[in-house]
């Protein structure tokens, strides 16, 4: 979770190239070595061989000259700071916040022991002492950006995400180009829901690196999820707008295409939609979502024979597609095709057997048939699911007038008038139905 990087203390200045320095810290180490046989007790010759031995990575003889400089001056709060980082480095967190803890006692304004003593709280999981040790160095230091790092991811991971952003943006002020820390600022208002933020955060990172890859493609998904909450509102124009700056992002991206695609067909820009489906299916040629969108907007442009070919392909790739299923069968159904079309409802109610649609279309077309008893049970299950949807109440009138059974069409068309009054279909039928039994009436009285 955190990047720990320890501040070192350091009583000499030493320099050297790099090439150098391995070469140079064992002739001064020698040296201090040697300075120690005549003086035991010479505690910067302890303090600064700790230095050394701590930069080349011999922390047990590092621990050992730090102890002797605390033998010498039991409050060198410096020597217990630079044990607290051995330890650290150790991984032995518990010795670490012990060591950290005196040098404080000794030195309370110490940030950089404040902001070490968080990493070794941060490494056991304390976050709230992490969190607190953070905050003490940057009251003492508050030019410490790491610090304000720190505290934000670990704000993160509590699901604080309102502290979290805060501290980041505190961190980004040190260091406004520092990439990886705006990836995660951005992600933080990804989270918190502040979609512009995150997108203006994206952009910094681009701007500071153009061809940003996780920069370019987060931007494309939000510009992608906002494209589709704005064709939710009903707000066309700002989703294709959205989609646009998606695909500007990631020009392969084929769901884009797929929704930008269903944004044209909703402003009615058919050729548009076929042109864009086709370029996700370009993208990725098993796109199944996208043969079967292809097809709707050929059928929009009557040209049935494409659409189904398009359908076709989309069952091919998934023959449990059951939105081409149903497309097929409203496009079979138009083209004069009752039986094909029947046969694709079959499909669509075999995997979604509640599809009202479905059933409606199935019921619509068994009455045209005249299979009177399938569209009447059709009928029936509708009204079973969802016993206000008028056109199915006077779709059965319709299949009961047909039977003869004229007493049970008149109580469907009245059912269907209750839920809506101004339907003139139902009234017509109602009326119709109406003559047709004073007409048998008739009849029956002149046979008597």
């Given at each position: 979770?955190?990047?720990?990087?320890?501040?070192?203390?350091?009583?000499?200045?030493?320099?050297?190239?790099?090439?150098?320095?391995?070469?140079?810290?064992?002739?001064?180490?020698?040296?201090?070595?040697?300075?120690l046989l005549q003086e035991p007790s010479n505690l910067n010759a302890h303090f600064?061989?700790?230095?050394?031995?701590?930069?080349?990575?011999?922390?047990?003889?590092?621990?050992?000259?730090?102890?002797?400089?605390?033998?010498?001056?039991?409050?060198?709060?410096?020597?217990?700071?630079?044990?607290?980082?051995?330890?650290?480095?150790?991984?032995?967190?518990?010795?670490?916040?012990?060591?950290?803890?005196?040098?404080?006692?000794?030195?309370?304004?110490?940030?950089?022991?404040?902001?070490?003593?968080?990493?070794?709280?941060?490494?056991?999981?304390?976050?709230d002492d992490a969190i607190s040790s953070y905050r003490k160095a940057i009251e003492?230091?508050?030019?410490?950006?790491?610090?304000?790092?720190?505290?934000?991811?670990?704000?993160?991971?509590?699901?604080?995400?309102?502290?979290?952003?805060?501290?980041?943006?505190?961190?980004?002020?040190?260091?406004?180009?520092?990439?990886?820390?705006?990836?995660?600022?951005?992600?933080?208002?990804?989270?918190?829901?502040?979609?512009?933020?995150?997108?203006?955060?994206?952009?910094?990172?681009?701007?500071?690196?153009?061809?940003?890859?996780?920069?370019?493609?987060?931007?494309?998904?939000?510009?992608?999820?906002?494209?589709?909450?704005?064709?939710?509102?009903?707000?066309?124009?700002?989703?294709?707008?959205?989609?646009?700056?998606?695909?500007?992002?990631?020009?392969?991206?084929?769901?884009?295409?797929?929704?930008?695609?269903?944004?044209?067909?909703?402003?009615?820009?058919?050729?548009?939609?076929?042109?864009?489906?086709?370029?996700?299916?370009?993208?990725?040629?098993?796109?199944?979502?996208?043969?079967?969108?292809?097809?709707?907007?050929?059928?929009?442009?009557?040209?049935?024979?494409?659409?189904?070919?398009?359908?076709?392909?989309?069952?091919?790739?998934?023959?449990?597609?059951?939105?081409?299923?149903?497309?097929?069968?409203?496009?079979?159904?138009?083209?004069?095709?009752?039986?094909?079309?029947?046969?694709?409802?079959?499909?669509?109610?075999?995997?979604?057997?509640?599809?009202?649609?479905?059933?409606?279309?199935?019921?619509?077309?068994?009455?045209?048939?005249?299979?009177?008893?399938?569209?009447?049970?059709?009928?029936?299950?509708?009204?079973?699911?969802?016993?206000?949807?008028?056109?199915?109440?006077?779709?059965?009138?319709?299949?009961?007038?047909?039977?003869?059974?004229?007493?049970?069409?008149?109580?469907?068309?009245?059912?269907?008038l209750e839920i809506s009054p101004e339907m003139e279909d139902a009234l017509q039928?109602?009326?119709?139905?109406?003559?047709?039994?004073?007409?048998?009436?008739?009849?029956?009285?002149?046979?008597?």
């Amino acid at each position: 979770m955190l990047g720990v990087s320890l501040f070192l203390s350091l009583k000499v200045a030493i320099s050297s190239s790099p090439e150098s320095d391995g070469i140079l810290d064992r002739e001064i180490i020698k040296k201090y070595q040697k300075i120690l046989l005549q003086e035991p007790s010479n505690l910067n010759a302890h303090f600064n061989l700790g230095i050394l031995y701590t930069r080349n990575a011999h922390f047990d003889e590092a621990i050992r000259e730090f102890n002797k400089v605390l033998e010498i001056n039991p409050n060198d709060s410096e020597a217990y700071y630079n044990l607290g980082n051995i330890f650290n480095k150790k991984s032995l967190f518990d010795d670490a916040i012990k060591a950290y803890k005196k040098a404080l006692a000794i030195n309370p304004r110490d940030a950089e022991a404040f902001y070490n003593l968080g990493n070794a709280y941060a490494h056991k999981e304390m976050v709230d002492d992490a969190i607190s040790s953070y905050r003490k160095a940057i009251e003492t230091n508050p030019n410490l950006a790491e610090s304000y790092k720190n505290i934000a991811y670990l704000y993160k991971e509590k699901g604080q995400l309102s502290e979290s952003i805060s501290s980041f943006e505190k961190a980004a002020t040190f260091d406004p180009k520092d990439t990886a820390l705006l990836l995660d600022l951005a992600s933080s208002y990804e989270s918190n829901g502040s979609q512009d933020s995150a997108i203006l955060t994206y952009k910094k990172v681009l701007s500071t690196e153009p061809n940003h890859k996780e920069a370019k493609n987060r931007l494309a998904m939000i510009y992608n999820n906002k494209g589709v909450s704005l064709a939710l509102q009903g707000k066309r124009d700002e989703a294709i707008a959205a989609y646009k700056e998606a695909l500007q992002n990631k020009e392969d991206f084929k769901e884009v295409y797929n929704n930008l695609g269903a944004a044209y067909v909703d402003k009615g820009m058919i050729d548009d939609a076929i042109a864009t489906y086709k370029k996700a299916i370009e993208i990725s040629p098993n796109f199944g979502e996208a043969y079967n969108n292809l097809g709707v907007a050929y059928t929009k442009n009557k040209a049935y024979d494409e659409a189904v070919s398009a359908f076709k392909k989309a069952l091919s790739l998934n023959k449990n597609h059951a939105g081409a299923h149903f497309n097929l069968g409203v496009l079979y159904a138009e083209k004069g095709m009752p039986a094909e079309a029947i046969d694709e409802y079959n499909e669509v109610l075999r995997l979604t057997p509640n599809d009202l649609s479905a059933l409606y279309n199935r019921g619509s077309l068994y009455l045209e048939k005249d299979r009177l008893e399938e569209a009447s049970a059709d009928m029936k299950k509708i009204i079973e699911h969802n016993p206000k949807l008028v056109a199915a109440h006077d779709k059965l009138g319709d299949i009961y007038q047909k039977q003869g059974q004229l007493d049970d069409a008149i109580a469907e068309y009245k059912r269907a008038l209750e839920i809506s009054p101004e339907m003139e279909d139902a009234l017509q039928s109602l009326e119709d139905t109406y003559r047709l039994k004073e007409k048998e009436a008739k009849k029956k009285g002149l046979g008597k």
